[in-house]
């Protein structure tokens, strides 16, 4: 049996809980922003990254320009005792950046034994899927330097993030064989 003391007030019971549901609500927004803000927060991080990722890619394509105008650039020869020793050729090459942000090409050099080739040292800036042409300047040591095959040119390369790259690329020289050949056997001077 329950005993009433009547000098006490009696206790106050708590009114039906009208605030829960606003309580609620307000929760459910909030989180909803944090949400919100933590995933655009998110996609801004990867674009970065990506973006960082995307500036240091490098591929550009070297390639000999062989058109009919190919043949009509400069040739020139060092000669001892009746007998070309080097020959020196200038022919053109294309730049083609096939990565995908833009590039500036500063340098191309081949260097091995017989053969030097030197591209003129002018900045080129090329945008993603682009070409520019490019002068070579190619000298042969006639003993050693034939027959012209595949070779790794030396880029000099600025990405879009301004960090400098050296990067390698594959020419294929074999159809300036038969002009370094000539040129050797001194018939182009």
Known sequence: ????????????????ARRRPRTL????????LGILLGGAGTRCWDNWQQHRFLAGVI???VLADTGPQSNEAGV??????????????????TLVNAGPLPVDVHDLSVDRPGLTLRGTEKQ??????????????IRIV???????????????????????HVAVA????????????????????
């Open 25 to 32: 609500v307000a929760a459910a927004a909030v989180l909803l």
């Open 76 to 93: 020139g020869a060092i000669v001892v005792n009746d007998r070309v020793t080097e020959a020196s050729l200038v022919r053109r090459v």
């Open 170 to 189: 594959v020419l294929d020289a074999t159809q300036w064989n038969d002009q370094a050949r000539i040129a050797c056997d001194g018939d182009l001077l």
């Open 59 to 61: 591929s550009v394509l």
């Open 124 to 137: 080129r800036r090329i945008g993603h899927g682009e070409s520019v042409r490019a002068d070579a300047d």
């Open 1 to 16: 049996m329950d005993v009433i003391d009547l000098d006490r007030p009696a206790a106050v019971r708590q009114p039906p």
């Open 142 to 164: 006639c003993a050693h330097g034939l027959p012209l095959k595949k070779l790794l040119v030396r880029l000099e390369v600025r990405t879009s993030d301004e960090q400098e």
